[in-house]
């Protein structure tokens, strides 16, 4: 037993007979200590690790190179607080933004079969936008006659009525047909019948909105 102890005897003798004192030691512990007391309320210093943590009576704060963590996390929950407490919550902003508008553009090239063949069809879960179309005839030639229908549902359940139908002859001019937009709930569909001729292609585009998912 007083053998282990005589490497601690040694060191405590070399201590005390040499320029570092154990009254040196025992201030510069003290200083260490210091660095771990909690700073005064709102301090604005920025050197020691304690000053960055700050105090917990530190006000909210984001001013840059003063702010404590404890201030800037007050002046956090404050904000969400704000956001949370007022007449829009978080829930009712992410409804918001589910709810914005999304764009959509669809293109086809479709090949009459003397029947009525569907160019496009838009069924939107929700009110949106049919944004309108264009219809390209390029094709077409003498002795040609093709049928535009478009038809729209206006009920849950409803069936597909026409609204609209225009009927093209020969090498028509202009070529390209514009369709315009309206709001749509329930379906819109856009159809094209050759009666007459050689089955042509029609190159056709349309473009639609409805809230995002």
């Not at 201030?27 to 309320?41: F, K, N, R, S």
């Not at 210093?45 to 404890?70: F, Y």
Request: glycine share 8%; hydrophobic share 45%; aromatic share 6%.
């Amino acid at each position: 037993m007083l053998y282990s102890l005589q490497p601690i005897i040694a060191l405590l003798n070399s201590i005390q007979g040499g320029t570092v004192t154990l009254e040196i030691i025992n201030t510069a512990l003290a200083t260490i200590d210091g660095y771990q007391d909690v700073p005064t309320a709102n301090a604005t210093a920025n050197a020691l690790m304690r000053e960055v943590v700050g105090n917990k009576a530190d006000v909210a704060s984001t001013t840059a190179s003063q702010a404590s963590l404890v201030g800037l996390l007050r002046a956090l929950i404050a904000q969400v607080m704000a956001v949370q407490g007022g007449t829009q919550t978080i829930e009712s902003v992410g409804t918001d933004v589910k709810n914005i508008l999304d764009m959509t553009h669809t293109a086809a090239s479709v090949t009459m079969t003397g029947s009525e063949v569907t160019l496009f069809e838009f069924v939107p879960t929700a009110p949106s936008m049919f944004e309108g179309g264009k219809i390209d005839l390029t094709n077409m030639a003498a002795g040609d006659t093709i049928v535009i229908n478009m038809y729209h549902k206006i009920k849950s359940g409803g069936n597909y009525i026409l609204e609209t139908t225009t009927s093209y002859a020969d090498d028509v001019s202009p070529d390209l047909k514009v369709i315009n937009g309206f709001a749509v709930r329930y379906g819109v569909k856009v159809t094209a019948t050759q009666s007459a001729g050689t089955n042509r292609v029609l190159d056709c585009a349309f473009v639609t909105s409805a809230p995002g998912v």
